[in-house]
């Protein structure tokens, strides 16, 4: 399609989430199937996304491009976008991200170090 991709994760089956510039994120279900989850439906918080890690649970965690202001690690659960974040505050500028086969989720910052995120809920 001419789009910048901005990152790739794969996932189980041989699926895939592509983020591209300015289009937020989509991800191909073999044979052939994309559905595309864009920040004007509320489905992604940003619109450029620098980095995606796909989770055990088939959903996919993501952080903005560099270039834009965070507001936390975003996840597509498959089902709706949610936000996280440690108690104490807002990771500034997370810079990576890692996704356990426990689901742990490790996220590396410029500024504020290493933190280990956890879904609501379940430990």
Do not use: Q
């Not at 619109?47 to 507001?71: E, K, N, Q």
């Not at 991200?97 to 426990?102: A, D, E, N, Q, R």
Request: proline share 8%.
């Amino acid at each position: 399609e001419g789009r910048r991709i901005l990152a790739l994760a794969a996932a189980p089956r041989n699926r895939l989430w592509v983020a591209t510039a300015g289009r937020g994120l989509s991800h191909f279900e073999p044979p052939g199937t994309w559905t595309h989850l864009r920040p004007e439906t509320g489905a992604v918080v940003y619109r450029d996304i620098g980095t995606l890690a796909a989770d055990p649970a088939g959903g996919v965690w993501y952080l903005p491009h560099d270039t834009v202001p965070s507001v936390g690690v975003g996840y597509w659960s498959g089902r709706k976008s949610e936000l996280y974040n440690p108690p104490h505050a807002v990771l500034r500028k997370p810079s990576s991200l890692v996704v356990t086969s426990g689901g742990v989720v490790w996220v590396g910052t410029w500024f504020d170090g290493l933190y280990r995120l956890e879904r609501r809920g379940t430990r």
